[in-house]
């Protein structure tokens, strides 16, 4: 059974840490830090997607200000398995695989704002109905759609 050692308090003048712990040096490692928490957030989702397609397990510590001294915040990240998107088939036959390739960019965009909204929500730990969830949204809504509901994410993130 591993053990983590304890997340430290960053060091100097309060500002947002996202700190990953790296088990191949049994160490905690600064991801991202910024003076405001959305840049320090939506780093965070990205860093929690990249190393979830690449096998790893993840664990994050977020601090930040708090009365003007360190406070650290809940950014728990619950192991979840990696899941691969189905390819994207198109319905209408074609000579070339131009079509596909652009359904397939398409997908990729909106899969890829729909996430971005989430991340700067402070929802970058999908768990796997989440992540069904949104694999639907962006098979059945329009780009249009889809940015305008990342929008809503921010700004109710804002609120």
């Known amino acids: ?12 003048a309060p500002r947002w840490v996202a700190l990953f712990y790296r088990p191949d040096t049994a160490s905690w490692q600064v991801g991202a830090q910024a003076p405001d928490r959305s840049p320090v957030l939506y780093a965070l989702g990205e860093m929690t997607q990249t190393l979830r397609a690449r096998g790893d397990e993840v664990t994050v510590a977020l601090w930040g200000p708090k ?5 650290r915040y809940d950014a728990s990240a619950t192991p979840v398995t990696p899941t691969t998107s189905a390819p994207l088939t ?28 989430l991340s700067k929500a402070g929802l970058y730990d999908l768990a796997p109905d989440d992540v ?5 949204l962006v098979d059945r809504l329009d780009e249009t759609t889809v ?3 990342a929008d809503w994410l921010a700004t109710a993130a804002e609120r």
């Open 90 to 117: 198109t319905s209408v036959p074609s000579a070339s695989a131009e079509p596909t390739k652009l359904a397939e960019r398409m997908h990729d965009r909106r899969h890829q704002v729909l996430m971005a909204g």
């Open 147 to 149: 940015r305008t509901v």
């Open 1 to 12: 059974m591993e053990t983590r050692p304890e997340c430290a308090r960053p060091q100097g």
């Open 132 to 136: 069904t969830a949104v694999q639907t």
């Open 67 to 71: 009365d003007e001294d360190w406070h």
